[in-house]
Structures are given as structure tokens and as C-alpha cells.
């Protein structure tokens, strides 16, 4: 039948021979790459649409791809998707990413059938299960509606906060249903146009070896091990990434007065929990947890007015209670507090409140909550065949005959290739330029002639409050980050491949006479 794979499923394939490279098992990499190879080519599986069945078993198998979806990123125009109100439109610009990008206008809607259905349990959810939406006019909502096999339905609306920014949204699910339909819908009170791109829909990662494969490697077999929490594994929600709607602004949290979920300002992410005076928010831990068993307690804080501040409240298993107040130094700075629960005591929910009284208190922000116990690993590896051999016999509660602990740590390695990387020799991607000034706007980076200009991060800082804009190519050119206040903000933008136009310089536009300070990190690349 010839070679017609397309770009799509040609990744797919290099991403499942990388994941059996990492296993080292050079065998299971040719069996099964002769496999899917034979079964391309015999024609049983077409080719020539994206939504190869094979491929996309492959992919959900290792957790690569989104799952069960078609196009969901619109690359492909409408591909799989059914317009089922209006004349929604595929476009050029603006985009998050690739070329492409749909957009909707008020009840203009596209669905899309899941096939095979994908439990809800099996979804993972922050920070991988999103959405990205622009709006030129703030207060634009995107509808999704999530249909089950059972009849039911759940609606969320992900509200469009900044104008002429891409923003992320997190989606919510229902949990032990089946889900086998989603809908994307511009909100009927809409104004104005609301773009999308890149729908991830992740499963979690659940890896079968069978047949040779399974006899290649061995078996590896655990009891009922106790995995390590790694960051808040006994809080939902602690970076408040996840958001619903308007209605459910913290999931997982109870809340008291007026709190909710805000992208303008945080400390890391898309997302941060923002308190008004008089206000609180808390949740009962899903574990008891004894303190003298924490490793890492921390939370980012910041406040924008002189009046706010954080009073903690810890909650313990005997019925007693301890409190922690603090206030943040200075204002339009984000701090790291470590939390100090009372020692030798069962901590069984926690309380972040902002006690202030005074109604000018409105700005308190907490970000990435960080509750880490102590590592333990138990069970019992059964290795055998060519693991045994490369990892010998592995005692994961013990390291080098003590137990793991702050003294004597388990060693990690990153390995590519066979060869093992320092750390410390990975260089930083692109060249910082910086720049400091009150003036009216400076070009911040010039690419060489008939080159572009690649970001691959940047940090923003304003003293007064103006609004800073990043733009492509002058003045007048192209927006791609807009910072509306006095404040902070930085963003990786490592491989999302965010670059200008041939020639076109990166221009920093300020709109005050304000200190500001501005760092780009950029590279020249061809066009």
C-alpha cells in the first residue's frame, strides 16, 4: 500500500520507540516496531486519516496523546469534529500554537464523539487536562459540555478574564461515569468571538506488557505499596489550577465570603487563589497526616494593600486547633512561608484566611501550596532475565544499608542515550536581554536579517501602575504577553515554539512613566 503515514502518526510511533528506549529492551523496540510496520502497510488500519486505531491504542497505552480525541488541536481544520450550530470558523490568527485555531461566536457549537468511551476516573486532571482560549474583549466564556453513557450531562464554563492574552482553563469532570461526547460552544451572552486551541485530554499513563514483550522484560510485581506524596498529595486543588466556573471558583476547597480564582496575578502556573477581608477558604485533608512526618510545608503568598493578612489555622485529630499569622513585608512581592503546624500533633485539615476586618482589604493572594511527607516506598520487586542483570536487586525502603532520609537520600539519575547527564551541564535555552527604564517603549531583541526571533521565556516587572505589552515588530505589532498592572510575571515558553515573524523585532510598549524592568530570552532561528 506504500508509506502514507502522516506527521501526526509518525510521532506517535517515534514517541512509542523512545518509550521502549528508555526501557532499554532493544528486542520488545524491533518486534514491535516490525509489528506496527507490517500492520500499516497490509492496510488494515487507513492511513490516511489521523485517527488511526492502532496508533491511538499505541498512544493511550503510554499515556503520549490525547486521549480518544481526533484533531484536537485543529490542525487539521474541522477533522472530526461535527458543526452542530452556526458556521464555526477555522483560523489563522490568532493561535497558541501550531497554524491553526477555531472560533466561535455566541451559540455557534462543534462536538465531537469519543470513541471508545473513556471513563472519567481515568482522566488526569490539572495540570494537564486543559484548554486554551483567547478573546479580544474580556468577560467571553467557552461553553464544554461533557456527555456520559448513561444519560447525563455536565456543563462548564470557562470564563475569558484578559483581552488579547491566551489563557488556560482547566476542565472538571465527573467522576464513575463513562464519557463518550464533548461539546465546544460559544455562550449565548457572548459579545464577541472566543478562539480555542489545543484541547488536552489526558489519560493517566497504564503501560500492559504482554506476550514477548512481557517475557523480554520480566515481571515486576509490587505488594500494596505506600507511594510518597510528592507535592500536596493530601490536599486537591493546592495551586488552585483547577477552576470550574464562577459558581466553583476553588474546587476542593470550602469557602467562606468572597474567594475565588484569578489568572492576573500569581506566583507560578496560570492560576492563583485571591481572598477578600473577612473571608477564609479550607479543606479537610483526605489522610490524617502526623506532622513530625512532614518534610516540606510551604505556601507563596502576596498581598496588594497595606490592610491584608494571613491568619492559618490548623485543625488536629483530638479536636484542638493552633493558629499562624503572618504578613507579607512588602506589597507586589510573592513570599515563601514555611507552615508550622504544632509538632507530635495529627494534622487533619487546614484554614488560609485573610483576617483583616478592613474593607479595603480585597488583595491577599496564596499560590502552590507544598504539603510533602517524609518518602516511604514498601513492597516486593520480582526481577528477572535481562533486569536482573542491568538493575540487580533493588531494596527501595533501604539506600546503601540505612534508611532513605534527609541524610541518606536515594540517588536519581537522568539517563539519554545510555549516558548519564549532570544536571548542572544542561544549558539555559536562549540569551537574556535586559532592560530598565521609565521611557515610553525599547525594541528588546533584533533578529539578523531574514531571521526570527524564538522566546523561550520572559520576565516582566512594573513599579507603577501602567500596563506593560509585549508586541512583535514595533508599536503597532503583534501582542503576545500583556501584564495590566503594577506587578510581577514570568512564563516559560520552552517548546511551545512561540516565535515572531521574519525581521520583526521584540518590542517592550509601556503605557506609564513608571519603573519597569523587562528580561527576554531569546534565540535567532531560520525561518
Not at 261 to 267: G, I, P
Request: with cysteine; net charge negative; charged share 20%.
Amino acid at each position: 500500500m506504500g508509506d502514507v503515514r502522516s506527521e501526526r502518526e509518525e510521532k506517535l510511533l517515534e514517541d512509542v520507540i523512545e518509550k521502549l528506549r528508555l526501557i532499554k529492551d532493544v528486542d520488545g523496540i524491533k518486534k514491535i516496531q516490525d509489528a506496527i510496520t507490517a500492520v500499516i502497510s497490509s492496510g488494515t488500519v487507513n492511513v490516511q486519516q489521523s485517527n488511526s486505531d492502532l496508533l491511538r491504542a499505541l498512544s493511550r497505552s503510554w499515556g503520549l496523546n490525547v486521549a480518544g480525541l481526533v484533531n484536537p488541536d485543529f490542525e487539521d481544520g474541522l477533522e472530526g469534529w461535527t458543526i452542530d450550530a452556526g458556521s464555526p470558523e477555522i483560523v489563522t490568527s490568532p493561535v497558541f500554537k501550531g497554524k491553526k485555531a477555531l472560533k466561535l461566536l455566541a451559540n455557534e457549537a462543534v462536538s465531537q464523539r469519543i470513541n471508545p468511551p473513556i471513563p472519567t476516573d481515568d482522566i488526569m486532571l490539572a495540570p494537564v487536562s486543559t484548554v486554551f482560549t483567547y478573546a479580544d474583549v474580556t468577560g467571553q466564556y467557552l461553553e464544554v459540555n461533557l456527555f456520559h453513557s448513561d444519560g447525563s450531562t455536565r456543563q462548564v464554563f470557562l470564563y475569558h478574564y484578559l483581552a488579547g492574552v491566551w489563557e488556560v482553563s482547566t476542565l472538571a469532570f465527573d467522576t464513575g461515569k463513562n464519557l463518550i461526547y464533548i461539546q465546544l460552544k460559544g455562550k449565548a451572552t457572548n459579545t464577541d468571538p472566543i478562539y480555542i486551541d489545543t484541547l488536552n485530554l489526558h489519560h493517566k499513563k497504564v503501560v500492559e506488557l504482554r506476550d514477548n514483550a512481557a517475557r523480554a522484560l520480566g515481571t515486576v510485581s509490587f505488594g500494596t505499596p505506600r507511594a510518597p506524596l510528592l507535592i500536596s498529595g493530601a490536599l486537591v486543588n493546592p495551586d488552585f489550577e483547577h477552576y470550574v466556573d464562577a459558581t466553583t471558583p476553588l474546587p476542593g476547597w470550602i469557602v467562606s465570603g468572597t474567594a475565588f480564582s484569578q489568572t492576573a496575578y500569581v506566583a507560578s502556573g496560570y492560576r492563583a487563589a485571591r481572598i477578600y477581608y473577612n473571608s477564609w477558604i479550607l479543606q479537610p485533608l483526605d489522610k490524617r497526616i502526623p506532622v513530625n512526618d512532614l518534610l516540606m510545608q510551604t505556601i507563596m503568598v502576596s498581598r496588594r494593600e497595606l490592610y491584608s493578612f494571613l491568619r492559618i489555622t490548623y485543625y488536629y485529630d483530638d479536636g484542638t486547633t493552633s493558629t499562624q499569622d503572618y504578613t507579607p513585608p512588602n506589597l507586589y512581592l510573592w513570599y515563601q512561608l514555611t507552615l508550622t503546624p504544632t509538632a507530635g500533633r495529627i494534622l487533619t485539615a487546614i484554614k488560609f484566611a485573610n483576617a483583616s476586618t478592613n474593607a479595603l482589604a480585597i488583595h491577599l493572594y496564596l499560590d502552590a501550596i507544598c504539603l510533602v511527607e517524609k518518602t516511604s516506598i514498601t513492597g516486593v520487586i520480582d526481577v528477572s532475565d535481562k533486569w536482573t542483570r542491568q538493575l540487580g536487586q533493588i531494596d527501595i525502603a533501604r539506600y546503601l544499608g540505612s534508611p532513605i532520609g534527609l541524610t541518606n537520600p536515594l540517588h536519581s539519575q537522568i539517563v539519554y542515550g545510555g549516558a548519564v547527564i549532570d544536571p548542572r551541564t544542561i544549558p539555559l535555552k536562549g540569551t537574556p536581554q535586559r532592560y530598565f527604564s521609565t521611557a515610553s517603549g525599547e525594541v528588546q531583541a533584533t533578529p539578523g536579517v531574514g531571521s526570527k526571533l524564538q522566546v523561550y521565556g520572559f520576565y516582566l516587572a512594573a513599579e507603577a501602575d501602567e500596563i506593560l505589552r509585549l508586541r512583535y515588530g514595533g508599536v503597532t505589532g503583534t501582542i503576545f504577553f500583556v501584564l495590566p498592572s503594577k506587578g510581577v510575571a514570568s512564563m516559560n515558553l520552552v517548546n511551545v515554539n512561540e516565535a515572531g515573524a521574519a525581521d520583526q523585532n521584540i518590542y517592550l510598549e509601556k503605557t506609564g512613566a513608571g519603573n519597569a524592568l523587562a528580561v527576554v530570552w531569546t534565540e535567532t532561528v531560520g525561518v
